[in-house]
Nanobody, 126 residues
Framework: QVQLVESGGGLVQSGGSLRLSCAASRRFFSDAVVGWFRQAPGKERQFVSAVSWSDGRRVYADSVKGRFTISRDNAQNTAYLQMNSLKLEDTAVYYC???????????????????WGQGTQVTVSS
């Protein structure tokens, strides 16, 4: 079992930045994929970004490409999501998730992730 705890959310003005953290309760499995998803009120949870814990490969949703950066710190068992140039439509609860041994074609699929954090609220104001 892995417990995930997100932090770093908050209220920020449009154009601002935030960095989210996802801390794991123990070392991630070597073939883990750690993803970030978000859910706005009344909408489905959607993929934001994911990273391979072993080799650092990264993928992004088109809506955040060029603005968000996912990274990992293997020693700290923590993943990060640096969010720049935030827009009103980025407002959501952000969740991190982890899964083992996923083909990259499935990284976007929230249903294949086994472990989830409790979420952290990000609110972008005008």
């Amino acid at each position: 079992q892995v417990q995930l705890v997100e932090s770093g959310g908050g209220l920020v003005q449009s154009g601002g930045s935030l960095r989210l953290s996802c801390a794991a309760s123990r070392r991630f499995f070597s073939d883990a994929v750690v993803g970030w998803f978000r859910q706005a009120p009344g909408k489905e949870r959607q993929f934001v970004s994911a990273v391979s814990w072993s080799d650092g490969r990264r993928v992004y949703a088109d809506s955040v490409k060029g603005r968000f950066t996912i990274s990992r710190d293997n020693a700290q068992n923590t993943a990060y999501l640096q969010m720049n140039s935030l827009k009103l439509e980025d407002t959501a609860v952000y969740y991190c998730a982890a899964a083992a041994s996923l083909p990259i074609s499935r990284w976007f699929d929230r249903t294949v992730y086994d472990y989830w954090g409790q979420g952290t609220q990000v609110t972008v104001s005008s």
